[in-house]
């Protein structure tokens, strides 16, 4: 159902992910191909989000994650962490409108009070004003590690206990899934990364456990809809078997 007059278009293949997370790699890559500083990859970079979140909420997926900067990119040099900042910041401005009026709720994972009050001002304005929203989660990953966030979760538990909340038999997968920031997000069906890289970089380890993996050597600024179309097909076209049997009628149809 849309009730804000955007047109969804299916894609080819369904089913179609319920949570798609994005390893959006290679911006300093495609500036170096063409000569360019850094800092423009990560503006154009930051043009492929604009463009990926709106074929997200058009091919109606009910949520993606995209990763923006880890907890380590902070040990880049200062003037390369000041920009992607900058481009933070602008695009919570530029897009705000368009996400409110399109039904898509913000959210955040990291470690936010890291983040330059320029940034997380704006940014804990429009969670809250598109807190209502129901078309599509966001979710963006910022100054986020997944070893970070996992510590963080096991910290809240052993915290809860020692205040006598929690007892060692109620730590259940469930209670440390629910600390963990995406707890409120659909399972995660799919995690892409681009720029040919094949690792996680501390992305996601717990809530991807299950997930299919997509990677493709589209460096970052070069991500488009037919891309991204592109790994939904190959995600519509696994079998996931959760450590169970193959489907006897995926198998009988594979021959
Ligand atoms: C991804 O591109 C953007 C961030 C990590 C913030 P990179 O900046 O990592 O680009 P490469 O990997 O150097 O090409
Ligand atoms: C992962 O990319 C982080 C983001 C995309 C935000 P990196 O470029 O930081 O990861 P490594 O250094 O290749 O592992
Ligand atoms: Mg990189």
């Known amino acids: 159902v849309v009730s804000s007059g955007v047109e969804v278009t299916m894609p080819a293949v369904p089913p179609l992910p319920r949570h798609v997370a994005i390893i959006m790699d290679g911006n300093g890559r495609w500036a170096a191909e063409r000569g360019l500083p850094r800092a423009e990859g990560h503006r154009r970079g930051a043009e492929a989000v604009r463009r990926v979140v709106r074929a997200a909420r058009e091919l109606g997926l009910p949520a993606l994650t995209l990763y923006a900067f880890s907890a380590q990119n902070w040990g880049r040099p200062r003037g390369e962490v000041a920009h992607l900042m900058r481009l933070l910041a602008a695009f919570v401005a530029d897009e705000r409108a368009e996400l409110l009026a399109r039904g898509i709720r913000l959210v955040t994972i990291g470690d936010l009070g890291s983040l330059p009050r320029f940034v997380r001002a704006p940014l804990a ?3 809250v004003a598109s807190a209502g929203n129901r078309a599509m989660t966001l979710c963006l990953a910022l100054s986020y590690g997944a070893r970070e966030a996992l510590t963080a979760a096991a910290r809240a538990l052993a915290t809860e206990a020692a205040a006598g909340r929690l007892r060692p038999g109620d730590v259940t997968e469930q209670a440390l899934a629910a600390r963990l920031g995406t707890g409120a ?22 809530e991807a456990a299950y997930a299919e993996l997509c990677f493709t050597p589209v460096l970052w600024p070069d ?12 995600y519509a076209g696994r079998e996931r078997r959760f450590g169970l049997l193959a489907d006897p009628r995926v198998a009988g149809a594979r021959g």
Do not use: H
């Open 125 to 127: 304005a429009l969670e």
């Open 185 to 206: 997000l659909p399972p995660l069906d799919l995690l892409i990364r681009t720029s040919g890289e094949q690792r996680l970089s501390n992305f996601l380890l717990w």
């Open 223 to 234: 991500f488009d809809r037919a891309t991204f179309e592109a790994a939904l097909a190959s």
